[in-house]
Structures are given as structure tokens and as C-alpha cells.
């Protein structure tokens, strides 16, 4: 039976980027390199927890400026 295919969400970010296999320098290209990887696999989780952080600084600054 043939799985139907992912449809990319928030652009690029649904779609897994292939895994090389060949480790990279630690420059800074490096790095980047690495943490494209990681926003590919883990996409969705990453824009949930930065709307969760958003809207606690958003609502801490309410606060905080209702207090003073």
C-alpha cells in the first residue's frame, strides 16, 4: 500500500532535508549547516514552543506594565 506524501507546512519547514553523512567543519557554515538539519526534523515543535514563548513575554509585559 503506497503512503501518501507529506504535504510541507509553513513552507520548507514540513519537508525532511536528507541527512548527510559527512560531518562538517565547526565553522560557523558548519553550524549553520547543523541547525538547518535540526529546524528540518523538528520544524513543527520549534514554531510551537516560539508561539508559546511569544505569548508569555507578550502577556508578562502586560503585567508588568499594569502593575506599574
Excluded: D, N, Y
Excluded at 26 to 52: C, D, N, P, T, Y
Amino acid at each position: 500500500m503506497r503512503e501518501p506524501s507529506l504535504l510541507p507546512v509553513f513552507g520548507k519547514l514540513g519537508v525532511k532535508a536528507p541527512v548527510a553523512t559527512v560531518t562538517a567543519p565547526a565553522s560557523s557554515a558548519g553550524v549553520a549547516l547543523r541547525l538547518r538539519e535540526i529546524l528540518a526534523e523538528h520544524g513543527g515543535m520549534v514554531l510551537k514552543l516560539s508561539v508559546i514563548a511569544w505569548t508569555v513575554l507578550i502577556l508578562a509585559a502586560v503585567f508588568f506594565m499594569m502593575q506599574g
